[in-house]
């Protein structure tokens, strides 16, 4: 094997509990992007099992896999599904997003059913959702698509809940706020659900209003932003090993990989890897980043390569063909966390799980 990611099941399971229980709320289990790179159906497979009941994706298809593979839940689109689509709406039993009065009006022109919805309320993100400044509009059009649809719910998203400086605390309180409003102006007709917080709204607000956390990157035990703490309990679940192909001297002066971009000012032991950018290994992290060997840190020297890697290995021994190279996980002491290495390449955990490409072998431990 050459690039191998391994998945802790039981420990999603622990994650879900741990947060639950830091947040008091029920949990909508959000999955989308193959549960955030960890494997979508075998991941609400078990949480099913552990008795958990709600689930969101991004998009029709990634519903219809899950309930192909047995999920019986309830599952919640959160995005934009075209209208044509509607039909798997109605053979799965699922629950789509209605995003604005568009998408509502096109959806009910071409299936003429209550298809299960929840309509999306724009609080301040401007990505999706009827404008909760405009309330007498939004306030028509929910009331329009109530005599339509199945409305199970309204809910909004949070675009700061993750930092806690005044100002954006302040637009949180303010997003809720309006989430509020929208939901006082149709009150009689008794929609059952109104949700609004993400992982970090679950754990860091001080009112963590609505009926449901949508819970995404900490049931992978990763964190919104860098500097964050996540909940006592919650842990990363995924490592990501490879390994040593070759290991060579490369004596000073020479260049090391493409664009010659290291040229060691002495003697160095370089191991090549069996990673590269087309397994998910951020291009970025050339001559930046470290990986995890034998307990110690090695560097990465030079550029990534679409399938493989080079570190320097001077200072570690023992170091062969065959040696395991730690991407993301634990060797000895040492920990590299999705987090770190998106820290390292500017950009967030989300972004480093969900790269990890299909080429890379996948395999589920419980280690219950
Ligand atoms: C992705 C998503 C979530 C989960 O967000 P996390 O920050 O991963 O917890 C919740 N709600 C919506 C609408 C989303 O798109």
């Known amino acids: ?49 552990a008795g958990y009941k709600h689930f969101a994706v991004a998009c029709v298809q990634e519903a219809v896999e899950l309930r192909k593979a047995g999920i019986k839940g309830k599952i919640l689109i959160l995005g934009y599904t075209p209208p044509e689509e509607y039909k798997d709406l109605i053979e799965y039993d699922l629950i789509q997003t209605l995003i ?31 404008d909760a400044d405009d309330l007498d509009f939004t306030e028509k059009v929910i ?17 700061v809940a993750d930092a806690s400086d005044s100002d954006n605390v302040d637009f949180t309180d303010g ?8 939901k006082k102006r149709v009150e009689d007709l008794n929609i059952k659900y109104c949700h609004c917080l993400n992982s970090a709204g679950g754990v860091y607000l001080k009112e ?19 500097t964050n703490v996540l909940p006592k309990g919650i842990k990363p679940c995924l490592s990501w090993k490879s390994y040593v192909s070759m290991v060579k001297t490369v004596k ?4 090391i990989g493409y664009g ?15 990673s590269g950018y087309a397994d998910g290994v951020n291009r970025l992290l050339s001559n930046k980043g470290y990986v995890l060997v034998n307990g110690k840190r090695a560097n990465i020297i030079g550029r990534i390569c679409m399938d493989q890697f080079m570190i320097d290995v001077t200072e570690i021994n023992g170091v062969k063909a065959g040696t395991e190279v730690v991407l993301i996980g634990k060797s000895g ?28 072998t996948v395999k589920y431990v419980n280690k219950d």
């Open 260 to 274: 010659r971009t290291s040229k060691p000012l002495c003697d160095r032991v370089i191991a090549t890897v069996t």
């Open 143 to 159: 009331r329009e698509n109530y005599k339509r649809f199945n409305l199970l719910g309204i809910f909004t998203h949070l675009s």
């Open 1 to 49: 094997m050459r690039s191998v990611v391994e998945i802790d099941i039981s420990q999603i399971v622990k994650n879900a509990d741990a947060y639950e229980k830091a947040s008091g709320k029920e949990l909508m289990l959000t999955v989308k992007a193959d549960a955030y790179g960890h494997g979508a159906v075998e991941c609400s497979k078990a949480l099913e099992k």
């Open 252 to 255: 000073a002066g020479e260049s």
């Open 175 to 182: 997003q809720i706020e309006k989430l509020k409003h929208v």
């Open 100 to 130: 604005s009065k568009e998408h509502a009006d096109d959806l009910w022109e071409v299936s003429k059913y209550p298809i299960k919805a929840h309509f999306a309320i724009d609080t301040g993100m401007n990505r999706i959702g009827l």
């Open 208 to 226: 963590r209003y609505g009926d449901f956390a949508r819970l995404g990157i900490m049931l992978y035990g990763l964190k919104p932003s860098y």
């Open 333 to 360: 002491n040492e920990e590299i966390t999705a987090d770190d290495i998106a820290y390292m390449t500017g950009t967030i955990s989300y972004e480093v799980v969900c790269r990890i490409n299909k080429r890379v």
